[in-house]
């Protein structure tokens, strides 16, 4: 049984950092991402890597900000997030593809993705 849960989020100031978790359960090498949501609006996919190969994709929102990474041996997806803003705030969700849908053109497409966590609440003050 796929299972995935989220940790690490919080609040902090513009400029700060924070580190989710997404701990993973039930897999093996697949497709994963990490997508927020603000009320209103649809899941914004924002990193996305394939914890078998070295292939990882960033929004370009946060490209240069953020960094996705994967430890095979504790199975957790991880987003450093750095020099963070209040357009930042979201709930923070892990997402995994064991169907292969999620590739290079699609990977930020929720509906590609067949597994998700619950979400962590992230909140960046001005």
């Known amino acids: 049984q796929v299972r995935l849960e989220e940790s690490g989020g919080g609040s902090v100031q513009t400029g700060g950092s924070l580190r989710l978790s997404c701990r993973a359960s039930?897999?093996?090498?697949?497709?994963m991402a990490w997508f927020r949501q603000t009320p209103g609006n649809e899941r914004e996919g924002i990193a996305a890597?394939?914890?078998?190969?070295?292939?990882?994709y960033y929004a370009d929102s946060v490209k240069g900000r953020f960094t996705i990474t994967y430890d095979k041996s504790k199975k957790t997806l991880d987003l450093q997030m750095n020099s963070l803003k209040p357009e930042d705030t979201a709930l923070y969700f892990c997402?995994?593809?064991?169907?292969?849908?999620?590739?290079?053109?699609?990977?930020?497409?929720?509906?590609?993705?067949?597994?998700w966590g619950q979400g962590t609440q992230v909140t960046v003050s001005s």
């Open positions: 890597m394939a914890t078998g190969a070295p292939y990882k």
């Open positions: 997402a995994a593809d064991t169907g292969g849908r999620a590739t290079v053109r699609r990977w930020y497409r929720p509906s590609n993705y067949n597994y």
């Open positions: 039930g897999l093996s090498d697949t497709n």
